[in-house]
């Protein structure tokens, strides 16, 4: 399992052998504060689990612009502060 994060929005990556020696990965997107999963089946095969998981997270990420798009970034609960020395 591997996981990012994008926008605030958690990515999680489950990659999986199929029979005929492929790979496939799902993903799930989690929203927080309120923890809303979307979970997404991979249905693009490819010969290495390293391309399947990267085409995946592509696909994540992809889906989150999209939901975003048009929307206000979200501020920083705790920005960083400029400290002088």
Not at 7 to 15: D, N
Not at 17 to 30: A, I, K, R
Not at 53 to 70: F, N, V, W, Y
């Amino acid at each position: 399992m591997i996981q990012a994060i994008h926008k605030g929005v958690e990515i999680e990556l489950v990659s999986h052998q199929l029979p005929h020696g492929l790979w496939t990965c799902d993903y799930t997107l989690t929203t927080h504060p309120e923890r809303t999963r979307t979970n997404h089946r991979g249905v693009v095969e490819f010969p290495t689990k390293d391309l399947a998981d990267e085409h995946a997270l592509q696909e994540a990420r992809d889906a989150i612009d999209r939901d975003t798009k048009g929307q206000p970034a979200e501020k920083m609960a705790n920005a960083p502060r400029q400290v002088d020395i």
